[in-house]
């Protein structure tokens, strides 16, 4: 359980440091306009939800694993 536990914090906080508005970026990468947030998410969109799925995918053979025991 502390390894879930722990697993959890380093997701959440990749998770806060990919989200944050407040990134350091190089000049003329303006974090100031207000569809920034919009296109962020767009960009990072398609890595959060191949990760879902990887996890979900790994998640339902382990089960399938478990019960054919």
């Known amino acids: 359980m502390t390894q879930s536990l722990t ?3 380093a997701l959440t906080a990749l998770t806060l440091t990919l989200a944050s508005p407040m990134v350091l970026a190089h000049s003329g990468h303006d ?3 207000p569809l920034s947030g919009l296109i962020h998410l767009l960009w990072i ?3 959060v939800l191949a990760a879902g799925y ?3 995918c ?3 053979a382990n089960r399938i694993k478990s019960t054919k025991k």
């Open 7 to 9: 697993t959890k914090k």
């Open 54 to 56: 990887a996890a979900f």
């Open 58 to 60: 790994i998640r339902r």
């Open 45 to 47: 969109a398609p890595i």
């Open 31 to 33: 974090h100031s306009d």
